[in-house]
């Protein structure tokens, strides 16, 4: 059943179904897991792109998450929405760049996204309690994305 709050998003707009990650934001529990597991096919789509298009596609995916986070925010009329999940999508891009090819990595990079994007370690936190707006709901989840990268990578690395 849907949150009465969540009854102004409407899959049939694109701001709104983009900010619901394709309906998985809508899922009662644990909505942002459930956003980043639909992120993985994304991903899957565009890891083997060249370097350059990726992180490209990043950048186009936060700056338009900035809007689409905006439009969803003010449809519910609540800041940072757990149902609010493209951040997830972008967060989760970030850990993926340039990971080794692999189920295992994709897992781990789940793993590592998620604890970083839950936990919010300083400064995740810092910048999740001041900045507001859709690009403070983008900025959190790209610098727990880049917390999480740097752990994937190291762990590319040491095996």
Not at 32 to 37: A, K, S
Not at 45 to 69: D, Q, R
Not at 92 to 104: D, I, K
Request: glycine share 12%; hydrophobic share 60%.
């Amino acid at each position: 059943m849907r949150k009465p709050e969540l009854a102004a998003l409407k899959l049939s707009n694109p701001l709104h179904l983009l900010a619901l990650g394709f309906g998985s934001g809508l899922s009662p529990v644990m909505p942002g897991t459930m956003g980043t597991l639909a992120a993985i096919p994304f991903y899957l789509l565009i890891a083997g792109l060249p370097l350059w298009l990726y992180v490209a596609l990043l950048v186009l995916g936060f700056v338009a998450g900035i809007k689409i986070c905006n439009a969803a925010t003010r449809a519910i009329g609540r800041h940072d929405h757990g149902a609010i999940v493209w951040d997830e999508f972008i967060g989760f891009g970030v850990t993926m760049l340039a990971a080794p090819a692999g189920w295992q990595w994709i897992v781990a990079g789940f793993v590592l996204f998620r604890f970083f994007d839950m936990v919010k370690p300083w400064p995740i936190s810092w910048f999740d309690r001041r900045v507001h707006g859709g690009f403070g709901i983008m900025l959190d989840d790209v610098i727990a994305g880049l917390f999480a990268l740097i752990c994937l990578q190291g762990l590319a690395f040491y095996f």
